[in-house]
Nanobody, 124 residues
Framework: QVQLVESGGGLVQAGGSLRLSCAAS????????MGWFRQAPGKEREFVAA????????YYADSVKGRFTISRDNAKNTVYLQMNSLKPEDTAVYYC?????????????????WGQGTQVTVSS
């Protein structure tokens, strides 16, 4: 089993920044990609960003490209999501997820473990 714990969420004004962290523990895979998804009230969970095991490949949703940056520190088993120029439409619960293997994915069904989520609220 893999446990994922997200942190860093909160309330921020539009145009502000937040940095989310997700720490993995337990029986992690020898290599695993990590991703961030989000779910707003009344909406389906959607892809935000992902990063390969090596960190050499990153993937972003069009809605966050240029504003969000995903990174990872394998020594700490941690993935980060730096969110800048936040908009009210970024308000959601943000979840991190782990996918066995090197490559990230845009599809939630391809991830094996999920965190409990952290709330991000952007006020206008």
């Amino acid at each position: 089993q893999v446990q994922l714990v997200e942190s860093g969420g909160g309330l921020v004004q539009a145009g502000g920044s937040l940095r989310l962290s997700c720490a993995a523990s337990g029986r992690t895979f020898s290599s695993y990609a990590m991703g961030w998804f989000r779910q707003a009230p009344g909406k389906e969970r959607e892809f935000v960003a992902a990063i390969s095991w090596s960190g050499g490949s990153t993937y972003y949703a069009d809605s966050v490209k240029g504003r969000f940056t995903i990174s990872r520190d394998n020594a700490k088993n941690t993935v980060y999501l730096q969110m800048n120029s936040l908009k009210p439409e970024d308000t959601a619960v943000y979840y991190c997820a782990v996918r066995r293997g090197d490559s990230g994915s845009y599809y939630s069904v391809e991830y094996d473990y999920w965190g409990q989520g952290t709330q991000v609220t952007v006020s206008s």
